[in-house]
């Protein structure tokens, strides 16, 4: 079965730089999570789209900011970057037609700032 | 507002039982418990709905109780491949105005680590 493609999967970015994550999310998927996970830590929960917009936020530095296109991807562009920004990056879809919205987990990006 | 895991980690032997518990302090509409390997994703195990029956498949289950607000993760007869973080992740109740009420993102729990030895 088609699972949640992110890319790319491993990224290295000095301070100060940008950086832009994809997601990709299951066939039929209509709603986009993302979620940043530090070592040793749960995944928190920064933002998420369901048809296009956004549609929850959580603790999303205002230095990154997300969108959901027509394809239903999305992309996660963050600013500034800062070393406390390295950790995985994961990104989740979910599907409204099941009602219990399970959240399927991507591979992950791991983001190593330097 | 974190829900919290217990126990923090726990070392069995193939064949073992246990059992995780995620507690929360704030209403819940649904529990969703994951398995993380190190460095990978966490994989989708069930998910509980409030007033839904208790669910599971062959050796693991997971019941919701939600006047405590409370949900347990049923390990029987382990393998090792049960190895791994276990996280509940919990859904808020539904009320916002928002696309039919959903709040849809998960608050994960302080996780458990469990370790499956032969």
């Known amino acids: 079965a088609a699972g949640v493609i992110q890319s790319p999967r491993h990224l290295i970015k000095e301070k100060r730089e940008t950086a832009t994550l994809k997601c990709y999310p299951i066939?039929?998927?209509?709603?986009v999570y993302w979620y940043q996970q530090g070592p040793g830590q749960d995944p928190q929960f920064l933002i998420s789209?369901?048809?296009?917009?956004?549609?929850d936020k959580g603790s999303i530095p205002d230095r990154f900011s997300a969108q959901q296109f027509s394809d239903y991807h999305s992309e996660l562009n963050m600013s500034s970057l800062e070393l406390g920004d390295s950790a995985l990056y994961f990104c989740?879809?979910?599907?409204?037609?099941?009602?219990?919205?399970?959240?399927?987990f991507g591979p992950g990006t791991r983001l190593t700032v330097t | 507002q974190q829900p919290v895991q217990s126990p923090q980690a726990v070392i069995l032997r193939e064949g073992e039982d246990a059992v995780i518990n995620c507690s929360s302090s704030?209403?819940?509409?649904?529990v969703h418990w994951y398995r993380q390997k190190h460095g990978e994703a966490p994989v989708f195990l069930m998910i509980?709905?409030?007033?839904?029956e208790q669910k599971g498949h062959e050796k693991i289950s997971a019941s919701f109780n939600e006047k405590k607000q409370q949900s347990s993760l049923y390990l029987t007869a382990s393998q090792l491949s049960y190895s791994g973080t276990y996280f509940c992740?919990?859904?808020?109740?539904?009320?916002?105005?928002?696309?039919?009420?959903?709040?849809?993102?998960?608050?994960f729990g302080t996780g458990t680590l469990l370790a499956v030895q032969p």
């Open positions: 989740a879809s979910s599907s409204r037609d099941t009602f219990s919205y399970e959240q399927y």
């Open positions: 509980l709905l409030k007033g839904g």
């Open positions: 992740g919990t859904e808020p109740p539904r009320d916002g105005p928002i696309y039919g009420g959903a709040t849809n993102k998960l608050i």
């Open positions: 066939p039929r998927h209509d709603t």
């Open positions: 789209f369901y048809e296009k917009m956004q549609s």
């Open positions: 704030k209403a819940l509409y649904s």
